[in-house]
């Protein structure tokens, strides 16, 4: 029989690796089928009954000194966020770790007990710790319902929870809150177990417990609680962020005091004329907490992206020390440079400024100004980086920079400057001036607004909405026929912080990236539980970004326009601004290969003001430009497909080699002009001073340091090209 067995399975060895482990499978469920049925019942079941007594052991053992203490059984303590810098410095933290005694239930307003109980656990003093009726109910709520309200879980267990505090919900997590709290019913009183739950619940507004809830909310002891008070504060258990009439929706925090003061209608704690009573008593809630830093809505932004991804209980319980992507240093300079533009703002109109500085790279916020005055009762909490407003013509960058990467222009491409009237539309340039044949590159360094309709016209409002999402702005989500062609000038509305990002994609390569606050997570252990890992869409080609950049980097081309306004002590970075109707919206975006910066003045209430972006937007805008670039020396690298090229003044067309009637130009490979012309050459100092020059009526050449602007041929054809103003001879509009 043995040597029949290796003989066998000598055979099957050399069959294919699949169909000897079908045949494996296949013996042991022959096997299976001879076993008799007490030793198929011990053999499925045993393994499942002793997981189902190991686990609460291990659990138990595991919790035991916790159990034994109600401190850490409570998990109350060593909570709070800190929250720092990219250097480590921090900036703002709560909670605390200090000890505090546990207020005992006869120092707690009965009202309290009576509206947690009728609200979160009924049967509480009947039950044994878990409640079959409350699992089932839990069941329903998660599976059919989307998630309940209330949840399934007793008090008992979400004390349990508290100790096993973690963002997981899977199935092992709850039998181990389900393990812990049997065990804790087998130690603690009801009473004991009611107070402690009532000692560390969390209740928002940086609250852990009823006495700290009873003061940050009312500033009151447990014990002075009224009905409608208890009732609130209740109501607010499952989501405080949401339902806390301080820091959330306050109507939402009534409808959940109602459906407290129900319950505890139906469970006869109260009668309906003490609900309707108490429903109809007015609050006096406490002023929430101000934030006291330099960064204070970048603050309430890292809160918010924490709460977000771990839960508001979950992060103000665990003691989290995050690293932030702040920059202290650069935001403090931030704050100082809107602050010293203030009485200016105010002069000319406005009232109100934002800030935001981006690593392209990264993506990560390195400053954030909201406001100029965080505690300006009226728009002062109000985040005006992320705030929509129109862009103006900081917008044009995004279609011109996807024309160029298509191919469609090219910053040599000339465009007539003049009076149009497309369907009833008639856009006009800033300066009520038109300026004749320009380039692309003049047109958009100059923000001249006729140009830039004529460039969305030819490449397309769809076109250039869908080059606008690709760079991540989320909030263009209209027909196009909605938009028309005043989108070229910016008439549709995008929050400063999308549009800076879009800008921080030119200076990526074309790499868009998503904002975060948040560079690295530790619990209160010191354990790493988050690092952020930068990851990159494709917005726009490599080429096309360069680009841009190269336009908007330009100072001699922006020159005729803004003179040395932008220019940031003879760096090399890229800037645009922008003006909406009636002066409401002042604009300057820009960057270097490090950093994006975007700047927004105005007014909350869009009123108009007196002056622009250059002049509003853009004092701010170079000055932390500068603190951000320091003693750098930002270049744009030039990617492979773009090449340099002589281009004749006035057509546009490719010339063999430089002339004095040529500019050097950057080009997409693929989309060189088609003309061609010729190149002048300069002449010899021969030519240009005989030795014997014969007296002569004719004009004499001027010396070669004497500024003579050249005036060109009119040309025989009226709508023949015109020579552009020379980039190096500004010329005032």
Sequence with gaps: MMAQNKKRIFKRQRH???????????????????LKWWQKTLLVGGPIILVVLVIPLITFAYFALTMGDMEKLMNRNNTGVVLKDIRGETFYSTGTAEHRDLVPLDEISPFVKQAVIASEDKSFYEHGGV??????????????????????????????????????RGFLRQYQAFSVAVAIEQRYSKDEILAMYLNSV????????????????????PSELTLAESAMLIGLLPAPSVYSPI???EAKGIERQDEVLKRMVREGMITEDKRVSALQEELAYQPPAVIK????????????????????????????QVTTSLDLRLQQQAVKSVKGQVSYIKSMGGSNAGLIAIDPATGEIRALVGSVNYNNKKWGNVNMATTKRQPGSTF????????LADGKITPATIIKDEPIDIGGYKPQNATRQYYGNVTVRQALARSLNIPAVKVMQQYGIENSLRAAKDLGITTLDRAPNEYGLALAIGAAEVPLNEMTNAYAAFADGGNVRQNTTLHEIQDKFSKSIYEHKSEAKQGISS???????????????????????????????????????????????????????????????????????????????????????????????????????????????????????????????????????????????????????????????????????????EPSDPEAPVAPVDPDEPVEP
């Design 16 to 34: 294919p690796f699949l169909t000897r482990v079908k045949w494996w499978f296949r013996d042991r469920w022959q096997w299976f089928r001879q």
């Design 131 to 168: 409640s079959i009726l409350s699992t089932l109910r839990a069941v329903y709520g998660y599976v059919l319902s989307g998630g309940g309200e209330f949840g399934g879980s007793t008090l008992t267990q979400q004390l349990a929870k508290m100790t096993l505090l973690s963002t997981e």
């Design 202 to 221: 969390y209740f928002g507004n940086n609250s852990f417990g009823i006495d700290q809830a009873a003061r940050n909310y009312f500033d009151k002891k």
């Design 247 to 249: 820091v959330g929706d």
């Design 293 to 320: 830093n330099d960064a204070p809505h970048f603050t309430e932004m890292v809160l918010g992206e924490l709460y977000e991804k771990y839960g508001e209980e979950t992060v103000e319980r665990s003691g989290y």
């Design 396 to 403: 044009k960058s995004l279609y011109y920079a996807a024309a």
């Design 543 to 713: 080429q096309g970004a360069y680009l841009i950049s190269s336009i908007l980097s330009d100072q001699n081309a922006r020159s005729f326009m803004f003179g040395s306004s932008l220019s940031v002590a003879d760096k090399t970075v890229a800037v645009k601004t922008g003006t909406t109707d009636d002066n409401r919206d002042a604009w300057a975006i820009g960057y270097t290969s490090s950093v994006a910066i975007g700047v927004w003045v105005g007014n909350n209430d869009n009123d108009t003001m007196v002056s622009g972006g250059a002049d509003m937007a853009g004092p701010i805008w170079r000055e932390v430009m500068q603190a951000a670039i320091g003693n750098g020396d930002p270049r744009f690298s030039r990617p492979d497909g773009i090449v340099e090229r002589n281009v004749c003044y006035g057509t546009g067309g490719l010339a063999a080699g430089a002339g004095t009637n040529t500019y050097s130009e950057v080009f997409l490979i693929s989309a060189l002009p088609a003309a061609s012309c010729s190149a002048v050459p300069e002449q010899t100092e021969k030519e240009k001073q005989p030795e014997k020059e014969e007296p002569t009526e004719q004009p004499v050449a001027p010396e070669p340091d004497e500024e003579v602007p050249e005036t060109p041929e």
